[in-house]
């Protein structure tokens, strides 16, 4: 297994495009599968359509389902903190996208996006793993 360390800075978006960095990543390693691995308690990966709107609806969404003005147990933090811990179990910590070719296989509209609605933290860590196959 080959496995590099990607360093995000969320602080300018709540969603990132990590899909050239997955692209390079798996150029020249030919055939088999790439893991993205996202080892935060407060943000998440998603597969999805970037660039057309897709991320405001998202955003939106995680709102409407996880109001940040909602009381949650989970109170340290900025106000809505609590929800930041529950994204990931809507979204997911981890994609694996089969490889062919050196080139991973997203459909035509599909991006990696890293979410992150968590303001007390932009700095995030992203693991990429290839196994050849």
């Known amino acids: 297994m080959i496995s590099e360390e990607l360093s995000v800075d969320t602080s ?3 969603v990132v495009d990590l ?3 997955l ?3 798996c150029n020249g390693k030919g055939d088999g599968l790439a893991q993205a691995f ?16 897709s991320e405001e ?3 939106e969404l995680i ?3 996880l109001p940040p003005e909602r009381q949650y147990r989970h109170q340290h933090g900025h106000r809505g903190h609590g929800r930041d811990h529950l994204v990931p179990a809507l979204l997911g910590s981890s994609v694996t996208i089969p490889v062919l070719g050196g080139r991973p296989l997203l459909g035509t509209w599909q991006s990696l996006a890293l979410v992150d609605t968590n303001r007390d ?7 990429l793993s290839f196994l050849a196959g």
């Open 12 to 14: 300018a978006s709540h």
């Open 121 to 127: 933290n932009t700095r995030r860590r992203v693991r």
């Open 19 to 21: 899909t050239p960095q």
């Open 38 to 53: 996202l080892p935060h308690a407060t943000a998440a990966l998603a597969l999805i359509e970037l660039g057309s709107g």
């Open 57 to 59: 609806d998202l955003l």
């Open 23 to 25: 692209a390079q990543f």
């Open 63 to 65: 709102g409407e389902l």
